[in-house]
T-cell receptor, first 116, second 113 residues
Framework: KAGVTQTPRYLIKTRGQQVTLSCSPI?????VSWYQQTPGQGLQFLFE???????NKGNFPGRFSGRQFSNSRSEMNVSTLELGDSALYLC???????????????FGPGTRLTVL | LAKTTQPISMDSYEGQEVNITCSHN???????ITWYQQFPSQGPRFIIQ???TKVTNEVASLFIPADRKSSTLSLPRVSLSDTAVYYC?????FGTGRRALTFGSGTRLQVQP
């Protein structure tokens, strides 16, 4: 089974611009979560989508948004980029609870975003 | 959300057993305990998961005491390739109202030759 894929792997933007990151989950997984990882704040949860609906949301400003498509692929958008948005953005997919599954998440390689 | 506390760093030598303990005093009844490993510039990789007592797989063992307020990841006979950051997290494994999973600060394990 192919793993979680993220595109692009690297991105350089300037302040004020916007960016869209893409994530393709493992086949059959309907849940996709996004995380931001920085040296100072560690791994922080952004949001989770399931069946095209946002199911959970972390404490990030409204500049961070996402969506999920009917094929479970997800995109994350950051508008009006700030220097502090420079980070590794990770996407994770997991199968949903059916009474026996647990919270194992499978992470992609991440997108390294640099804001200049 | 259940907060986790881990040592910031640990050092070991090849061939030794490494035990990393995570504290999660506010763990909820439905929470599972999961450990991930992360190498630089890569996404975290699932290692092991448990609910209570002891769980063992081909990579590690996870010990969870009866009160479930802590857990210990045990890596037998570490090698240089085990040098990584290890995260403990707790999360909701039941129901449709899943809460967000919270990653702690992680433990940076350095294995020396």
């Amino acid at each position: 089974k192919a793993g979680v894929t993220q595109t692009p792997r690297y991105l350089i933007k300037t302040r004020g611009q916007q960016v869209t990151l893409s994530c393709s989950p493992i086949s059959g997984h309907r849940s996709v979560s996004w995380y931001q990882q920085t040296p100072g704040q560690g791994l922080q949860f952004l949001f989770e989508y399931f069946s095209e609906t946002q199911r959970n949301k972390g404490n990030f400003p409204g500049r961070f948004s996402g969506r999920q498509f009917s094929n479970s692929r997800s995109e994350m958008n950051v508008s009006t980029l700030e220097l502090g948005d420079s980070a590794l953005y990770l996407c994770a997919s997991r199968g949903d609870w059916k009474g026996t599954s647990t919270d194992t998440q499978y992470f992609g390689p991440g997108t390294r975003l640099t804001v200049l | 959300l259940a907060k986790t506390t881990q040592p910031i760093s640990m050092d070991s030598y090849e061939g030794q057993e490494v035990n990393i303990t995570c504290s999660h005093n506010n763990i909820a009844t439905n929470d599972y305990i999961t450990w991930y490993q992360q190498f630089p510039s890569q996404g975290p990789r699932f290692i092991i998961q448990g609910y209570k007592t002891k769980v063992t797989n081909e990579v590690a063992s996870l010990f969870i005491p009866a009160d479930r307020k802590s857990s210990t990841l045990s890596l037998p006979r570490v090698s240089l390739s085990d040098t990584a950051v290890y995260y403990c997290l707790v999360g909701d494994g039941f129901g449709t109202g899943r809460r967000a999973l919270t990653f702690g600060s992680g433990t940076r394990l350095q294995v020396q030759p």
